[in-house]
């Protein structure tokens, strides 16, 4: 069983940062992708943006440039940087983890992120 839990949701004003973490523990394969995807009421879940367990992201086009996903393997944690935010990025941010031997995906019960005056 794998778990993620997330933390560093809030309530920030445009132009703010935040800093999203997520713990992942139980069994798993090293061979992963840990990201973060949002969901705003409404809409789809979409990608935020993804990082290898080498160090390779991605992230979707609305964040290049303000945010930034890292890890640290020793701490099986992923975080997501979050600058200049703007009201369109208020959602639920969830936590997933990639398991590329297993194929499957694992999710945190997200976070809430709400940019507003």
């Known amino acids: 069983q794998v778990q993620l839990v997330e933390s560093g949701g809030g309530l920030v004003q445009p132009g703010g940062s935040l800093r999203l973490s997520c713990a992942a523990s139980?069994?798993?394969?090293?061979?992963?992708?840990m990201g973060w995807y949002r969901q705003a009421p409404g809409k789809e879940r979409e990608l935020v943006a993804y990082?290898?367990?080498?160090?390779?992201?991605n992230y979707a086009d609305s964040v290049k440039g303000r945010f930034t996903i890292s890890r640290d393997n020793t701490k099986n944690t992923v975080y997501l940087q979050m600058n200049s935010l703007k009201p369109e990025d208020t959602a639920v941010y969830y936590c997933?983890?990639?398991?590329?031997?297993?194929?499957?995906?694992?999710w945190g019960q997200g976070t809430q992120v709400t940019v507003s005056l």
């Open positions: 997933n983890l990639n398991d590329y031997v297993r194929k499957t995906n694992y």
């Open positions: 990082i290898t367990r080498g160090g390779d992201t």
């Open positions: 139980g069994s798993y394969y090293s061979l992963n992708a």
